[in-house]
């Protein structure tokens, strides 16, 4: 099973932006579609994004729709989630995953939180 280490979040005024980034280690970890996923305190765990394998498609949740990207860097095995012009509805912790199809997530990160101050 691929590994994943998300880093970047942080506390930061609404209006403004954060770059999370999750990491993953695994020798097929570059074959994986890979996606980012959020819940709040009290609340379900919500779909954020995803991006296919070559990057050719992204994804997104209607809710952050023109104001988060998402990107990836196989050579740095990496996936990357831009994050601006955050409100406080963002505040949640996010989850980096990666899986075979958008329907079977195999692996999670540990998750970074992420806080937006009105």
């Known amino acids: 099973q691929v590994q994943l280490v998300e880093s970047g979040g942080g506390l930061v005024q609404a209006g403004g932006s954060l770059r999370l980034s999750c990491r993953a280690s695994?020798?097929?970890?570059?074959?994986?579609?890979r996606g980012w996923f959020r819940q709040a305190s009290g609340k379900e765990r919500e779909f954020v994004a995803a991006?296919?394998?070559?990057?050719?498609?992204?994804y997104y949740a209607g809710s952050v729709k023109g104001r988060f990207t998402i990107s990836r860097d196989n050579a740095k095995h990496t996936v990357y989630l831009q994050m601006n012009s955050l409100i406080p509805e963002d505040t949640a912790i996010y989850y980096c995953?990666?899986?075979?199809?958008?329907?079977?997530?195999?692996?999670w990160g540990q998750g970074t939180q992420v806080t937006v101050s009105s």
């Open positions: 695994g020798r097929t970890s570059s074959t994986y579609i």
């Open positions: 995953a990666a899986g075979a199809t958008l329907a079977s997530w195999a692996a």
């Open positions: 991006v296919t394998r070559s990057g050719g498609a992204t």
